[in-house]
Nanobody, 123 residues
Framework: QVQLVESGGGLVQAGGSLRLSCAAS????????MGWYRQAPGKQRELVAR???????NYADSVKGRFTISRDNAKNTVLLQMNSLKPEDTAVYYC?????????????????WGQGTQVTVSS
């Protein structure tokens, strides 16, 4: 099994910064990609940022220039640095991992989610 555990959400004023962290653990053979999604009340879950195994990244247009995603491969961790936060960034943020399980050899590739962390930006 694979678990994703997020941390770092909270309440911040507009213009402020937060950093989200997500650690993957369990029977991990390889991490193909990790990313962050968010879901605001009454809205669909949307991609915020994603980083693949070779380091390429992509961002939602709404966060480009403000958010930065990075990975610590040794710790199986992905970080999301969020700067210049706006009230419209308020949402529950979910970590996502495209992960292949296994120890000595790969077994099954799956899509995993964390439990979510609340980010609230006040105006």
């Amino acid at each position: 099994q694979v678990q994703l555990v997020e941390s770092g959400g909270g309440l911040v004023q507009a213009g402020g910064s937060l950093r989200l962290s997500c650690a993957a653990s369990g029977s991990i053979f390889s991490i193909n990609a990790m990313g962050w999604y968010r879901q605001a009340p009454g809205k669909q879950r949307e991609l915020v940022a994603r980083i693949i195994s070779r380091g390429s990244t992509n961002y939602a247009d709404s966060v480009k220039g403000r958010f930065t995603i990075s990975r610590d491969n040794a710790k199986n961790t992905v970080l999301l640095q969020m700067n210049s936060l706006k009230p419209e960034d308020t949402a529950v943020y979910y970590c996502n991992g495209d992960i292949t399980q296994g120890t000595t050899w790969p077994t099954v590739r799956g899509d995993y989610w964390g439990q979510g962390t609340q980010v609230t930006v006040s105006s």
